[in-house]
């Protein structure tokens, strides 16, 4: 049976990226709890298989920090993993309360158990508690006012090791044994390239930095950009003395940190979603079903499908497909109906509430049933 780009059944577009939320929900199930906090307006930063180039941003260092340096391009942070009953594989991670000058549970047990060997018996159980070194960055992508947050292992084995890799290439760079000076607000800054190669863990594959170059800058980051970049320990999701104790001891944490995700409503979760969901379907270029499809950039033909996914309408003006309201008028959440206020069986799927509902299996089958 010949290919026929005209007559396309494209299913239910919003079932992928439902089917991603309740992923995310699963997987919020299982919390760990978080040694930092991403601040409002910011994301996270993972590599990918693409080439980057960014600014690597400075923030203050608090007074309460032992190294007062005033401003620095990154933070170097010793955590403690805690055990999380509920989830063994991720552990709580708490940001060591020396940091702040205060007396740490976790080093206290430390202290207590060393002996002054390694190895045997004592060493397993002293090895817990001694603390992790990880690192913080704010990455600036180039040509946007965007702000990343990068984090990694300070202490990286092999040529997957950013911070190796940063420090080793701006000394080869640098000028009478001195780092080239990257990070610096001024001209004598530079852009961070870097290029990345796939890689695996126990079976996790992963993207990790193959090269890091540095260029000159086309022009200074704004300097709105470190306006925003919050102060290094304000952004540490610091614990209490008794709860970390009391984690330490295998207890639950008072919280999980309030993190970007925590932040959002459920009027941004839901326009976030309607918004993946609209992603999701192939644009209409606007021809007619009896019209010849044109030649698209890639060299491939496109064509239109002769009707729009379900949750959409085709808009008069260039055939674009456009998202609908949500959610549709209420109806009565008794006798089967929907306990959200969405219209049983011909809403499904529209809302993010969708993911989680106990109504969802009855709330399909009446879709499927026509009912």
Known sequence: MAFNRNNLNLGNQFSHAAEVARGEARESNNRSRPYYKIPSGMKAHKWTAKEERFNIL?????????????YKFYKAVPIHELPNLADPKHPHRY???????????????????????????????????????????????EGTSDILVHECAAKQTGESAFPQRLMAQATAMGNGGLPLSFAAPTADGSIIKVNTAKNSYEGNEYYAPSAVNFFPRKELPADELYDRCVPWNEILNFGTYEEMERVMNGGEPDDFGDTNQNE????????????????SVPRNNGFKASEQPQNSDNGFRTSPEQSAPRGFTTSPAGG???????????????????????KFGSDFESSRKCCNCNAYEACRNARRNGN
């Open 58 to 70: 400075l923030a203050k260092n608090n007074a309460t920090d032992s190294d007062i340096t005033g």
């Open 95 to 141: 940001p060591c309360l020396k940091i702040l000058g205060k007396p740490c549970p976790c080093c206290e047990r430390k202290d207590q158990l060393d002996d002054g060997s390694k190895g045997g018996e004592n060493w397993a159980r002293i090895k817990p508690f001694i603390p992790k070194d990880r690192v913080l960055y704010y990455f600036n992508p």
């Open 264 to 279: 959002r409503t459920e009027e941004q979760k839901q326009a976030e979603f309607e918004r993946a969901c609209e992603e």
């Open 320 to 342: 674009q497909p456009v998202q609908r309201d949500f959610p549709s008028e209420p109806v009565n959440s008794q006798a089967g109906g929907c306990p959200n206020g969405l």
